[in-house]
């Protein structure tokens, strides 16, 4: 399971585990979130994927389905949000990867620090680089698909709300097939019909507010369902990943 790793990603393993096990919850978490980001950062490839497919399938869809500014003005809510949950999906399978593969999950499971809370880092990570720059692309993307005007912002919050739902819902599928040689197609099985109620609420809320309809519904609904993932998917995860690392 080992690899050969650079003397900076050792440094960075090293610095995140003595943290959890000689100091305070609070120091080990700040640690473990800025290995993260720099991790995230370091890998600038797997950074630029789900944006370039983002990119890629939003300029390449209205020459498959036509250029027709009503057709697509109507699409563009649900194609946006759908388009997100897969540039989403696509990332998922490598949040534990390679952690699995150079041993710093087996130190992470051994630390006296409550997994869960080691775990939101990862999550918090993965929302901030991937979700985030989703939400800053949606004006460019909408601006692309004839996005009426009045759902620029609605599509925003909604993908800022529930991208984050997103990440939280989908690490639990990743955590589940973290010791799969394959486990992406596993991954998208368990994941998607998880993530149906958020495209549904969230692509609802663009849909109405364009039509000049109340939107606070939808939005409180998408908020409930991240406030319930941020509670239940990092103990999720945790045991998810006790199983996938001791059965592999």
Do not use: C
Not at 193 to 208: D, K, M, T
């Amino acid at each position: 399971m080992s690899v050969e790793q650079a003397p900076e990603t050792l440094n960075l393993r090293s610095e995140v585990a003595d943290a959890a096990a000689h100091d305070g919850l609070w120091h080990a978490w700040k640690t473990a979130f800025r290995r993260e980001l720099i991790m995230a950062f370091r890998h600038k490839g797997e950074l630029a994927n789900p944006l370039i497919f983002f990119l890629m399938v939003v300029v390449f869809l209205p020459l498959g389905i036509g250029t027709e500014k009503a057709v697509l003005s109507q699409l563009a809510p649900g194609m946006i949000w759908v388009i997100a949950l897969l540039a989403t999906l696509l990332s998922l399978d490598g949040l534990f990867r390679s952690d699995f593969d150079d041993g710093s999950l087996e130190q992470l499971l051994l630390s006296p620090q409550p997994l869960a809370a080691l775990v939101l880092t990862k999550i918090l990570a993965h929302w901030l680089v991937t979700g985030i720059p989703l939400v800053l692309l949606t004006p460019l993307l909408g601006l692309m698909l004839y996005l009426p005007v009045e759902g620029y912002f609605p599509m925003m919050l909604s993908l800022l709300i529930g991208t984050g739902s997103l990440s939280l819902i989908g690490s639990i599928g990743a955590a589940l097939t973290v010791g799969l040689r394959k486990g992406g197609l596993i991954l998208s099985l368990v994941v998607m019909p998880l993530y149906i109620p958020v495209l549904i609420f969230g692509a609802s809320a663009v849909n109405e507010a364009v039509q000049g309809f109340a939107i606070g519904g939808q939005l409180a609904i998408l908020g409930a369902m991240m406030l319930m993932a941020l509670i239940t998917a990092p103990f999720a995860v945790a045991g998810a990943l006790r199983i996938g690392v001791s059965g592999s």
